[in-house]
């Protein structure tokens, strides 16, 4: 009873799907029927509208009249032809009564076209025909996903009862396996008839639906004889599955060969009955060794099949015109190797020869042929060096995860696969702009991750070195093929890409093997050589390459020197380059020599930040002359050799030219105070001070470099760098009056020198630089604040500094040990803080009257003011005697004086100012 079940379902599946079909033609059937209507409509409106053109034309001739008249309508007759029947369908089969029909119809409707033209105009239909309009813009759909959804929509029953077929058959087979009451030779026997008997019946629809050809990978009702050719085939596998497994009737090796001529068979028929038999037989063909695994370890067996089932997929695949099963190629064969590298004891030989020749089928084979001569397989979304990558990322993680022996030959075996990777792109006659560099570089750092790590304990140096040479030359002349005009990645990898792997070998030297460095500056000194040949005989490279081979004598520089000795030859090469670009051998890119300029001006400003930089063979007072003079002299020589040969080069070296010099002057008075060159070793009111003249006079020279540049861009530079030096300064003058202050602490003392010691750095110095700097305009400017408020705050912190450092001085002068408010004033200190203020009145006075100013002569007065009260109300209380009498006669008669001179200037300024009117 179940097996009568089983065959009734399997019967009703087979109907289902011709009935289906049926359904189809007439359908396609009924659709023409419509366009023939249509077509008819369409006639219809061209003839009426020849109708009336002709009734409103002037009579003619009979001669004229008899010939045939080609109008517009007859061309939009001739259109709608075109568009009803120019493109016949060539799935459509009709029948031999309906094609006569269908070419008679045209014919017929040109004769009436051509007979003589109406007399009578024709009433015109009461409906006019639609006009066409411009739809309005919409996101478009991918046009294969619109092909698939609709290829789905058709033929979703078609699938759903292949599908179900091939869950049948596998069912029917294991029912016969297990419930058939024979033995296993019949039970197998018979199951493999029932699917060579639904093979069968495949091939007989293919027969009736295409003539006996092939399909070449259509969709549609192909799938028909296809999904039943599937589940016959499907029964053939279950039938030798369960022969090995269950009954032993066959070896795992001669099972094995049976599946594996069924998945091959299968692949091939694809090429017959459509993409449906490809599918099947590559699944089957990438599982057939799962399913009869027995663990005895032929690797290299299995790795030959695996390679087989592929080639003949992308065979299948190219033959089928089926680009997306090129994925299913790829995907199952990359499983394949990285499960095999993974169970492979002895990997090395294996990846010898498997890896080739995966990326011979991956990556050559679908762009190339197999000869490589064929065209290219237009699969979306893949790329030809997916497969270099991938099987170099397996290379990589095996050597990381020990599968990979470590030793010389193993590094020799792993550099030649990277190198039959690193050239198989170049076998392609088109190729993308970036496949070559993206690769390349992705299989440099490959090789440096599984090679640079065995230095020292499993290859030597020397090994290494040869390593990168080997692949530097291969990597150059591969991104020189690659390279295009147009193509900037491939060019930019050719100027750099090799070179970044020559310098990473030496930095890598010096940090494991320093005793050895001299190996790798060797092979640079041979790139450098190359790459100066190359830069002679290819004009366009000249330029870039050039910049490649400072790179790397930056680089040697740098590990090689320090001290005194790298900046010169930093300065040297700064030379070298403005000499090249003034000879024009050849013009480098403007930002090279500013970088190795910026580089230089780096270097020399964090020299008094940086003790160890200061450890040299010379002696202490020598190191900031030895470090900053010879790079300031070769920098005046460059930058002489810039203004003669009129490089816009000339103005960025004349600003670092004055920027050293500033850093000289600072680094060298300060040692010359603190017997220091590093300014940060305390936190004093010496080095406090220090950083506020510092930060002034920088912003003072780089006022002066902004007033001298061209570049809107670097003005912009300079005046965000100028105010942040000035936020600098504040924050300097608040440390120091508040932190360093002599009332309070003990930064300074009475038995200092007078006016020579450190408050005419932390006050007088400073001052006298802001005052003069803001008389001279050469500090910036602050966004939403006023130039004027701005100014005459300035003017204020200065002069509040100067006088600051005035009473600091006398009270230091007086003083004879600490200068803190708690120690008291003696009478002398105290009267001298008065003949200061009317000093300093009489002289802002006079000042200000010569200048015009008047704000500095009421600053003048109030000083004067000031004093006059001082005396009135606190020294008449420290004086007796003479010294009261002659402190008001001398008070009186200065302020009678001062009275005096202040009317006649008064005067004279009134009558100059009348005069000049």
């Known amino acids: 009873m179940e097996e009568l079940l089983i065959l009734l379902v399997l019967g009703l599946a087979v109907l289902a799907i011709l009935a289906y079909s049926e359904a189809k033609q007439l359908a396609k059937r009924v659709n023409l029927i419509a366009a023939q209507n249509k077509y008819l409509y369409q006639r219809l409106e061209a003839l009426s509208g020849s109708a009336q053109d002709a009734s409103s034309t002037v009579p003619q001739s009979p001669q004229a009249a008899s010939a045939p008249v080609t109008t517009a309508a007859d061309v939009a007759v001739d259109q709608a032809d075109t568009q009803a029947w120019g493109k016949p369908s060539a799935s459509n089969k009709l029948t031999a009564t309906a094609e006569p029909v269908a070419s008679a119809q045209p014919a017929a409707m040109t004769a009436m076209a051509s007979a003589e033209p109406v007399r009578t105009a024709p009433v015109r239909p009461s409906t006019p025909a639609p006009r066409p309009h411009k739809s309005a813009a919409v996101r478009t759909t991918p046009q294969w996903q619109t092909y698939l959804l609709q290829h789905f929509k058709d033929n979703w029953l078609v699938w759903c009862g292949g599908l179900a077929l091939v869950f049948g058959l596998g069912y029917l087979v294991q029912f016969i396996a297990h419930r058939v009451n024979t033995t296993p030779t019949t039970r197998i026997g018979i199951a493999l008839v029932i699917s060579v008997i639904i093979v069968g019946v495949g091939e007989w629809l293919h027969r009736k639906f295409n003539n006996g050809q092939a399909v070449t990978g ?12 599937a589940a016959g085939t499907t029964g053939v596998y279950a039938s030798l599955v369960f022969a090995t497994v269950s009954y032993q009737l066959l070896s795992t090796s001669m099972a094995m060969l049976f599946i594996a001529a069924t998945a091959l068979l299968s692949l091939v028929a694809g090429i017959r009955y459509g993409s449906l038999m490809a599918v099947l037989g590559l699944v089957g063909g990438y599982l057939a060794p799962l399913w009869l695994s027995s663990g005895s370890g032929a690797y290299f067996t299995l790795a030959c099949y695996v390679s087989a089932v592929s080639a003949v997929g992308v065979y299948v695949l190219k033959r089928c015109q089926l680009p997306w099963l090129l994925w299913g190629v ?11 590298t993974v169970l492979v004891s002895n990997v090395l030989w294996w990846l010898l020869i498997f890896y080739p020749v995966s990326a011979y089928l991956l990556s050559t084979v679908p762009v190339q042929g197999w000869l490589l001569r064929g065209s290219a397989i237009a699969c979306r979304g893949y790329q030809s060096y997916f497969a270099p990558a991938l099987l170099s990322l397996m290379l990589l993680l095996s050597s990381n995860m020990q599968l990979l022996p470590s030793h010389n030959f193993s590094s020799a075996t792993m550099l030649l696969l990277l190198a039959l990777l690193l050239w198989q792109p170049m076998l392609q006659r088109q190729r ?40 530097w030359l291969l990597t150059m002349a591969q991104a020189y093929l690659a390279n295009h005009q147009d193509n900037k990645l491939s060019y930019w990898w050719l100027v750099a890409g090799p070179q970044l792997l020559v310098a990473t070998l030496l930095i890598y030297t010096d940090d494991q093997l320093p005793q050895q460095l001299w190996l790798s500056s060797l092979l640079s000194a041979g790139v450098v050589g190359l790459l100066a040949l190359l830069a002679l005989k ?5 330029a870039d390459l050039s910049a490649a081979i400072h790179v790397l004598l930056l680089v040697n520089a740098v590990l090689w020197f320090d001290g005194p ?31 190795f300029v910026s580089l230089l001006l780096l270097r020399l400003t964090l020299f008094p930040f940086m003790p160890e930089w200061h450890a040299v063979d010379w002696p202490q007072w020598s190191i900031a002359l030895v470090t900053c003079l010879p790079p300031l002299l070769v920098l005046a020589v460059a930058m002489r050799l810039a203004q003669q040969a009129k490089l816009a080069l000339a103005d960025w070296l004349e600003g670092a030219l004055i920027h050293i010099a500033a850093i000289f002057l600072f680094i060298e008075s300060h040692y010359l105070v603190t017997g220091s060159y590093l300014v940060f070793s305390d936190i004093d009111l010496i080095s406090s001070s220090f950083w506020l003249i510092e930060a002034l006079g920088l912003c003072i020279v780089y006022g002066y470099r902004q007033q001298r540049c061209q570049h809107i861009a670097m003005q912009k530079f300079y005046l965000g760098y100028r105010q942040l030096l000035q936020f600098a300064a504040a924050c300097c003058v608040v440390l120091i009056n508040m932190q360093f202050m002599p009332l309070w602490s003990d930064s300074v003392t009475g038995a200092a020198w007078p006016v020579i010691n450190p408050l005419a750095l932390g006050w007088l110095i400073p001052g006298a630089l802001l005052l003069v700097a803001t008389q001279r305009q050469w500090l910036p400017s602050l966004p939403s604040v006023d130039e004027q408020q701005l100014k005459l705050t300035r003017y204020a912190i200065g002069g509040a500094l100067v006088a600051i450092w005035l009473v600091l001085s006398i009270r230091q002068f007086w003083q004879p040990g600490s200068l803190m408010v708690e120690m008291g004033t003696t009478m002398a200190e105290w009267l001298t803080y ?36 001082k005396v009135f109300l606190s020294d008449i209380g420290h004086l007796d005697g003479v010294w009261r009498v002659v402190s008001f006669l001398g008070l009186g008669l200065a302020l009678i004086g001062i009275g005096r001179l202040f009317q006649v200037l008064k005067q004279r300024q009134q009558a100059s100012v009348e005069s000049s009117d």
């Open 218 to 229: 259509k969709l549609g009702k192909d799938y028909i004889p296809a999904a039943i050719v």
């Open 538 to 542: 290819v004009p366009r490279l000249r």
């Open 565 to 595: 000795t790298f900046g010169l030859l930093l300065a040297l090469q700064v030379l070298l380059i403005v000499w090249q670009t003034a000879k024009q051998l050849p013009v480098m890119h403007e930002l090279v020599p500013k970088a």
């Open 330 to 340: 790829f995907i199952g064969q990359m499983l394949w190797m990285a499960a095999i």
């Open 834 to 869: 008065s003949v200061t203020l009317i000093l300093a009145g009489c002289a802002l006075t006079f000042g200000g009257i010569r200048l015009q100013q008047v704000l500095t002569q009421k600053l003048g007065l109030a000083l004067l003011g000031v004093a006059a009260l």
């Open 432 to 471: 993308h702009g970036y496949h070559a560099p993206a690769l390349a570089a992705w299989l440099t750092v490959v090789l440096m991750s599984s090679q640079f790590s065995l230095l020292g304990y499993v290859i030597s140096l020397p090994l290494l070195v040869a390593i990168v040479a080997v692949w």
